[in-house]
């Protein structure tokens, strides 16, 4: 556990140490996080960009957000002739191979599966969380909003539909 600590610490501490610089220097709110948000091309950032495409295109269509509002049964089925089976088909063109739990060997990867990509694409009342210390406004099924994760939040995650992040970091969860 010491050494757990230790580490967490090492790891938090180079972030705190820019939030304070940055808070003498009056720069505008939120700087840190775009300083140290970057996400380039790293591999797993994709992923999210490619579901977060998926979301938008359900969340822009009454026809496909009314059949997410009715829930998982057969939503393979009920958006066969929608434009999200064409953007799901190229999802899995490019990121088929990956699964949610890929290293567990015995997990099927989407391209075998396609359900757990559907279940990705989640929708509830938007609620903004400043602080994991105090999600009063959170309800389950609510898509938490917030600028930036660590390991504090991850309890939250337990009650959310989804977490939408204003920045995403190699520090963010």
């Known amino acids: 556990m010491k050494r757990l600590l230790q580490f967490s610490m090492l790891a938090g501490a180079p972030r705190g140490l820019l939030d304070r610089a940055l808070a003498r220097k009056a720069m505008p709110p939120g700087i840190a996080n775009r300083i140290v948000g970057g996400t380039g091309d790293i591999d797993s950032a994709q992923l999210a960009k490619g579901q977060w ?52 060997l015995a997990t099927p990867a989407w391209a075998m599966d396609p359900a757990p990509v559907y279940a990705a694409i989640a929708s509830g009342p938007a609620r903004v969380v400043l602080d994991p210390a105090d999600p009063r406004e959170l ?32 520090q963010s969860h």
Not at 144 to 166: E, G, H
Request: contains cysteine.
């Open 53 to 104: 495409a998926l979301g938008r295109l359900v969340a822009t269509s009454p026809t496909l957000t009314e059949a997410f509002d009715r829930g998982l049964y057969d939503i393979v089925g009920r958006t066969r002739d929608t434009p999200l089976k064409a953007a799901i088909d190229a999802f899995l063109d490019e990121h088929g191979h990956r699964g949610n739990n890929e290293y567990e």
């Open 139 to 170: 309800e389950p099924g609510d898509v938490l909003v917030c600028a930036i994760t660590d390991p504090s939040w991850t309890p939250l995650f337990l009650a959310a539909a989804a977490v939408v992040c204003d920045t995403g970091a190699v």
